[in-house]
C-alpha cells in the first residue's frame, strides 16, 4: 500500500482511501490475488444467492450482498461484548475483548457505507425493490447467516472467520469482475451524497473497485484472526 493511501474519512478503521493513481494499481494487483478455496459453508451461500438472484452480477445482487455481509461483525461483537461482561476480572483480557468488538464495529460501519452506495446507484437505476426478492429473502438469508456466523464463532472461531474470508474474497473478485465486464462504468462519473464520509471517486468503477479493496482488508483481517486464539 503506498504512502499516500489515507484512512477512510467514514469512521472505518478498517478501510483506505485510495488517490486516483493507486486505484488502479491497488486494483491490479487484487485482480492478480487468485480466489481462495472456498468452503463448503461459503460454497452453499454462493450457490443460494445464485439461484435466488442468477449467476450474473447485478447491483441487486450487490445489495443482497451488503446486507448479508454485515451480519458476522454483527455477531462477533455480540459475543465479545458477552464475554468482556464475564472477564472484568482480567483486565488485560477484557481490553483485548474491547478491542475485538470496536473492529467488528468498524468493520460494520464500513459495509453500511457498501449498502449505501449500492443502494443509491440501484436508486439512480430506477430500480424497483420486490417484497419478496428486495426486502424479504436478503433478511431471511442474513438471518440464518448471523447465526450460523455466531454458532461457529463460539464453537470454534477460527472457522466463523474462515467463512468470512471466503465470503469477503468473494466479494472482492465479484466486485472487479463486474468492472472488467462493465468498461463503461470508467466513464461514468460518480456523484453520491456519501463521498464526504466514504471518499471521494471520479467514477463508478473508481467507487467499485474502492469497495473491493476494502473487501480485501476485511478478508486480510479475518485471515489474520484465523490462526490467532479466540480472543488473543
Ligand atoms: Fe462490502
Ligand atoms: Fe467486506
Not at 468488538?101 to 460501519?109: E, F, G, H, T, Y
Amino acid at each position: 500500500m503506498t504512502t499516500d493511501v489515507v484512512p477512510n474519512s467514514g469512521g472505518t478503521a478498517t478501510a483506505h482511501h485510495y488517490g486516483p493513481t493507486e486505484i488502479h494499481q491497488a486494483g491490479l494487483d487484487a485482480r492478480a490475488q487468485p480466489k481462495r478455496r472456498y468452503g463448503i459453508a461459503a460454497r452453499l451461500l454462493f450457490l443460494a444467492l445464485d439461484l435466488i438472484y442468477g449467476k450474473k452480477s447485478t447491483f441487486e445482487k450487490f445489495r443482497v450482498l451488503e446486507v448479508v455481509a454485515r451480519v458476522p461483525y454483527q455477531a462477533w461483537e455480540q459475543v465479545a461484548f458477552v464475554a468482556v461482561t464475564h472477564t472484568h476480572e482480567d483486565p488485560s483480557f477484557a481490553r483485548r475483548v474491547h478491542d475485538r468488538a470496536l473492529l467488528a464495529r468498524a468493520q460494520q460501519d464500513n459495509e453500511l457505507f457498501h449498502l449505501l452506495i449500492i443502494e443509491e446507484l440501484l436508486d439512480n437505476g430506477g430500480f424497483e425493490r420486490s417484497s419478496l426478492r428486495g426486502r424479504f429473502l436478503p433478511q431471511l438469508i442474513a438471518f440464518g447467516y448471523y447465526h450460523l456466523s455466531w454458532l461457529l464463532y463460539v464453537v470454534r472461531p477460527r472457522l466463523s472467520f474462515g467463512l468470512n474470508a471466503d465470503f469477503e474474497d468473494h466479494a472482492m473478485h465479484t466486485y472487479l469482475d463486474y468492472v472488467d465486464a462493465h468498461p463503461q462504468l470508467a466513464e461514468e462519473e460518480w456523484v453520491s451524497q456519501f463521498e464526504d464520509e466514504y471518499g471521494q471517486y471520479e467514477t463508478v468503477a473508481d467507487v467499485l473497485t474502492s469497495i473491493a479493496l476494502d473487501e480485501q482488508h476485511h478478508r486480510d483481517e479475518s485471515v489474520a484472526l484465523i490462526d490467532a486464539a479466540r480472543f488473543g
